[in-house]
Structures are given as structure tokens and as C-alpha cells.
Nanobody, 124 residues
């Protein structure tokens, strides 16, 4: 299984970016998908999740600004980030969760596969 997040870059505060997650070696529709972010020296934090059925869940810090959605089989999930703030600066990771439970899972330990991250830098 290989996942790769892309679409990061340098953007001014208030701007937008769209992150994508490329996936191979798994059946993407069989997984729930999550986005996490991490600032060096800190823990990896939950950002957003989309279930197999399309239900979405967001961290309070991004609610109303970020949108997670399913895409196609090769790029199963994207994260649209609007109204970016300085504090959104981080490395962003996509992750796949193969559990069939119904609860919202926000801990990185609950996800089965991880991609290489993509750096998002928000400048003033």
C-alpha cells in the first residue's frame, strides 16, 4: 500500500490550497480517510475525516474553512483548505482507516496506512 499527499506549498494568510491523496495497493472505497497535520516537535493532530458513506467530521480549529471529500479510486480523498491562517502551517498527511466501526476515529493510532506528507506554509 502506498499513499502520497500532494498539493502543499506557500500561501498567504486568507488564501486557499487543495491537497490530494494518491493511493495504490488498496481498494479505496473500502476505507475511511483522514487528514492529519504535524508541526515538527509536536504530536500529529487530527484535521478531518470522511467515512465510507461520506460522513465528514472536522477538528474545531478547521470547521467551516476546510472541506474533506472523496474523489476517484486513484486519488480517493482531497482536502480543500480555505481562509488559511498562520497556525495552519504544518506537514499534512492522509491516512486510511480500514475499521468497520461507526465511531469517529481521530487518533493517528487508529489508522492503518499513512502517506508521505506535504508541507503547507501560510505566510502573513
Amino acid at each position: 500500500v502506498q499513499l502520497q499527499a500532494s498539493g502543499g506549498g506557500l500561501v498567504q494568510a486568507g488564501g486557499s490550497l487543495r491537497l490530494s491523496c494518491a493511493a495504490s495497493g488498496l481498494t479505496s472505497r473500502a476505507y475511511a480517510w483522514g487528514w492529519f497535520r504535524q508541526v515538527p516537535g509536536t504530536e500529529r493532530d487530527f484535521v478531518a475525516r470522511i467515512s465510507r458513506g461520506g460522513r465528514t467530521y472536522y477538528a474545531d480549529s478547521v470547521k467551516g474553512r476546510f472541506t474533506v471529500a472523496r474523489d476517484n479510486a486513484e486519488n480517493p480523498v482531497y482536502l480543500q483548505m480555505n481562509s488559511l491562517k498562520l497556525e495552519d502551517t504544518a506537514v499534512y498527511y492522509c491516512a486510511a482507516d480500514g475499521d468497520y466501526g461507526s465511531e469517529v476515529r481521530t487518533s493517528p493510532r487508529e489508522y492503518d496506512y499513512w502517506g508521505q506528507g506535504t508541507l503547507v506554509t501560510v505566510s502573513s
